[in-house]
């Protein structure tokens, strides 16, 4: 039988200060760390559809709304990120617990690791490009058409037509390795039912 995650938490848990000897109860990411990871995941699949389905539409009212709603919605996840970013550097995510970590070789774990923080490096990537674009088309972003942002860029058509594709790359790399994510988390949910879901607020530790 598997040993619960419980079972495992350090005293290095975000939670533990460094001079309790109790253990953390939980190995869980924080409640605030567990909202931004839902919120912003929902949010990203959101803009990233709206974004595809508004480029297909022909020129009319309707589609120059979706657009800026796509730039609204995209300032924000950029705004909530850098929350969430400062959030994560200031609380640590607890260790993996050592039966997880253990059993994973160790290209693994480099692969666990290095998937986070290129996904942060595209949360991040992916608005500012989409921005930029905008302010270099001469469209500056003014959000929720009510406060006009300051333009990233000054208006160069033709460079604007060289970085409009590097959006839409840097946006589909985020889904590819948001797909590979996922397809992680659940060969850990249903192959080998460590309880890995549970850290990010899914179910309870096996
Ligand atoms: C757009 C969708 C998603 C994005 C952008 C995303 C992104 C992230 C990021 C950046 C982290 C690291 C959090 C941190 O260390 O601050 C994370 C952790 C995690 N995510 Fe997601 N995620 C998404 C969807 C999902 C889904 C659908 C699942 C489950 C099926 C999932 C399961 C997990 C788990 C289990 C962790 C914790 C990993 C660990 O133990 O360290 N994620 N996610
Ligand atoms: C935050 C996450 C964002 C995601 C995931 C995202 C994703 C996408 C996607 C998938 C497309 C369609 C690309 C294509 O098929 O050519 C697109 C287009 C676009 N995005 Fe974003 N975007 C984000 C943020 C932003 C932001 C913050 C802005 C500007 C302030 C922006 C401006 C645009 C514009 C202007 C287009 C249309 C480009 C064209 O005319 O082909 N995006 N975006």
Redesign the pocket.
Known sequence: MEPTLRGYVSARSEKSSPVSSSPSPSSRYSTVAIAFHWLLAL??IG??????Y???LSFSPAKLKL?NW??W???T??FLTVLRLLWRLTHRPPPLPETIANSMPTWQRMAHHGTHYLLYVL?FA??????A??SA?G?P?VLFGAWPLPDLLSVDKAFAEAI??W??LA??T??GLVLLHVAAALKHHLMDRDGLLARIGLGKAS
């Open positions: 949010a990203l803009v990233f559809c709206v974004g595809l508004m480029t297909g657009f796509h730039k919605a995209g300032v996840i950029l949360f992916v608005p500012l490009i989409g921005w674009y905008s088309a469209f972003v409009k594709p959006h839409r946006a589909f985020l889904a």
